[in-house]
């Protein structure tokens, strides 16, 4: 197998092009998943391939500016240091387990004799686990740093995973007394959120009413999916009075939001650097011990 990645690190200054980058990939699914692996997030784009698999042309068209590992053990050690949360912008961050897990998942339903990727997956979990090394993803942060102003009413635009991890950690004691989800498909948002303890307001963006928000509220944006009317829509949110706080947490924030709302956050603004940059700080003891302990273990024993 061959890795081909593009990442934060090695192009640390075009952080939105790069998630724009990813975005397209999905969209575009290049690569046929039955033969690869794909890890694409808004702070990376990793393929895992078997390149006789696939013409060399479409390499090189593809990948013309990613950095490319050929050593096997390489790259079972860069797949495991992105499951533990060491290569994420937030270290330990917990949304990048996940989305290794989905990618490794989908790539063992085809190749189910290939159990040393799941291996890798499961001592990355174990290690964690070990280390108490998971931390709040970029949402989350945003969430826990607005919360804690006046607004009593948040809305939720998206029924992702993004926002159904920060729905999740809703505490109604002490939160939001309402909580509102504007989505494009209400039947299906109720069926993602059926476990959710937490009373939601599910409404269709066609039957949001902005005249009854007559309370200050939030807002927390997560998703790529947005039309003109729904972009219009949040903008006229955004614009009021009210509206107190903004989260973009969509890989392609809406930009005009950004020149319209009282405070602001996406995931590239200086606010939430400084959220992240004490996450970091808050994580460095224990990414050290785990640091020693990974040096500490048989080399590549991780793959076992």
């Known amino acids: 197998m061959i890795c081909y990645f593009i990442d934060h690190l090695s192009d640390s200054k075009n952080e939105h092009g790069l998630a724009e980058l990813s975005l ?34 479409t390499l090189e068209n593809l990948f013309r500016n990613f950095k490319k590992i050929s050593d096997q053990t390489e790259i079972y050690l860069r797949l495991f240091n992105i499951a533990l949360g060491l290569e994420s912008q937030i270290i330990g961050e917990n949304s990048i387990y996940k989305q ?20 890798i997956l499961l001592n990355a979990k174990k290690t964690r686990d070990k280390f108490q090394f998971w931390s709040k993803n970029h949402g989350q942060l945003i969430y826990d740093h607005i919360k804690k102003g006046k607004a009593k009413t948040i809305i939720f635009f998206g029924a992702g995973l993004l926002n159904q991890s920060i729905i999740d950690s809703i505490n109604l004691e002490t939160d939001y007394k309402k909580v509102i989800l504007v989505t494009k498909d209400s039947g299906k948002a109720k069926k993602h959120l059926a476990s959710s303890e937490v009373p939601i307001d599910i409404i269709e963006i066609a039957k949001l009413n902005k ?23 949040i903008a006229d949110l955004c614009a009021m009075r009210e509206c107190l706080n903004v989260a973009d947490i969509s890989s392609s924030p ?26 970091n700080l808050q994580i460095e003891a224990k990414k050290n011990e785990l640091l020693n302990y990974l040096n500490s273990k048989h080399k590549n024993w991780y793959i076992y």
Request: hydrophobic letters at 30%.
């Open 24 to 57: 397209s990939h999905k969209i575009q699914r290049a690569l046929d998943d039955k033969n690869s692996m794909s890890l694409l997030t808004c702070h990376r784009i990793e393929y895992y391939i078997n390149e006789d698999d696939i013409e060399s042309k």
């Open 100 to 119: 290794a897990s989905q990618c490794i998942q989908a790539y063992l339903y085809n190749h189910p004799q290939e159990k040393i990727w799941m291996n």
């Open 211 to 233: 005249n009854q928000l007559t309370e200050p509220y939030d807002m927390v944006i997560a998703t790529d999916r947005l039309n003109d009317v729904t972009k219009n829509t």
């Open 254 to 279: 809406v930009s005009e939001v950004e020149k319209i709302a009282q405070n602001y956050f996406s995931m590239y603004s200086k606010n939430t650097r400084k959220l992240v940059k004490e996450s």
